[in-house]
């Protein structure tokens, strides 16, 4: 049974250019969510999506990011213009369903992007 | 989300010795959750814990949520290398985890 697929797994990027991060839940879930995760810190929450809907995105910044959860294909986080202090580990995690306290949530291997 | 403090940030330990990390929060918390990520890895889901007081154990693990809710610990007995990684603590209110920190572990043979 596939866990939460997310590629790639490390991306360089310039300064100006855009990034787009992908993950693909585990089987049977249709929740998915994106967390930032900066050296030595804790991840830190920016969206939840359903299939077609954005669910929650108050830990996205406003400008230059946006994520997706179309109803064929993966999730994709993008990030427009991208600028150094992007560079981070981006953890897409997946749950069967949202509010339930004892479905832990499962997390892919993350993207790690670097900003030249 | 609820804030969650950990300590200590780094941990080393001797190679079968016990260590504690500890989360605390200024408010109430309905559950906390704890998380080990290797390095260069991912988090990954080691327990829940609801109630007030309770105490879950996983083989060298102990786990323990406050009677006020608004403390935990994580107690490793007989520390292994393969204990090496960082340890987060997360309060979930709905779907949202809100993550600590963490605590660093570092084992020396």
């Known amino acids: 049974n596939a866990g939460v697929m997310q590629n790639p797994r490390h991306l360089v990027r310039r300064r100006g250019q855009e990034a787009r991060l992908r993950c693909s839940p585990m089987?049977?879930?249709?929740?998915v969510y994106w967390y930032r995760q900066l050296p030595e810190e804790g991840l830190k929450f920016m969206v939840y999506?359903?299939?077609?809907?954005?669910?929650?995105e108050s830990g996205m910044p406003k400008e230059r990011f946006s994520a997706e959860f179309p109803k064929e294909g993966p999730s994709i986080l993008r990030i427009q213009q991208v600028v150094r202090g992007d560079s981070a580990a981006y953890f897409c995690?997946?749950?069967?369903?949202?509010?339930?306290?004892?479905?832990?949530?499962?997390f892919g291997d993350g993207t790690r992007l670097s900003i030249l | 989300g609820q804030q969650v403090m950990q300590i200590p940030q780094y941990q080393h330990v001797q190679e079968g010795e016990d260590f504690t990390t500890y989360c605390n929060s200024s408010?109430?918390?309905?559950?906390i959750q704890w998380y080990k990520q290797r390095p260069g890895g991912h988090p990954v889901f080691l327990i829940q814990?609801?109630?007030?007081?309770e105490v879950k154990k996983q083989k060298r693990l102990t786990f323990q949520f406050g009677e006020a809710k608004k403390n935990s610990s994580l107690h490793i007995t007989a520390t292994q290398t393969t204990d090496v990684g960082t340890y987060f603590c997360?309060?979930?209110?709905?779907?949202?985890?809100?993550f600590g920190a963490g605590t660093t572990v570092t084992v020396r043979a």
């Open positions: 995690a997946s749950s069967p369903t949202s509010g339930d306290g004892n479905q832990p949530q499962h």
């Open positions: 089987k049977g879930h249709s929740h």
């Open positions: 999506l359903q299939k077609e809907n954005i669910i929650d």
């Open positions: 408010t109430t918390l309905s559950n």
């Open positions: 814990l609801v109630k007030s007081g």
């Open positions: 997360a309060s979930r209110r709905g779907y949202k985890l809100s």
